[in-house]
């Protein structure tokens, strides 16, 4: 018995543009902080945001968490960061 297998499949995830290049700086700006849900992501992101924070006057900081590291960003929560954030950071942990 020939078992094929189609490798092509169907995704319903919807793109969203990329933001804007040529930022100068992040003074002034909401930073989105995006965590997989994978061990440390938070705590990594948490470190970045602090250091940033640091470093530039931030308007201030979102942080979301997504609900698992292997399914996409549910809509909400990508809705949510793009009406909050000016700039988004996604991080993976392990």
């Known amino acids: 018995m020939t078992i094929l297998l189609n490798p092509e499949g169907s995704s319903?995830?919807?793109?969203?543009?990329?933001?804007?290049?040529?930022?100068?700086?992040?003074?002034?700006?909401t930073l989105g902080l995006l965590g997989n849900a994978k061990l440390n992501a938070d705590e990594v992101l948490q470190a970045?945001?602090?250091?940033?924070?640091?470093?530039?006057?931030?308007?201030g900081v979102v942080h979301r968490k997504k609900p698992s590291f292997s399914h996409p960003v549910p809509q909400q929560?990508?809705?949510e960061m793009v009406e909050a954030a000016d700039?988004?950071?996604a991080g993976v942990g392990d």
């Open 48 to 59: 970045i945001g602090d250091l940033l924070g640091e470093r530039y006057k931030l308007k």
């Open 77 to 79: 929560t990508l809705d």
């Open 12 to 29: 319903e995830e919807k793109r969203q543009p990329l933001a804007p290049r040529g930022y100068r700086s992040l003074d002034g700006m």
């Open 87 to 89: 700039v988004v950071l």
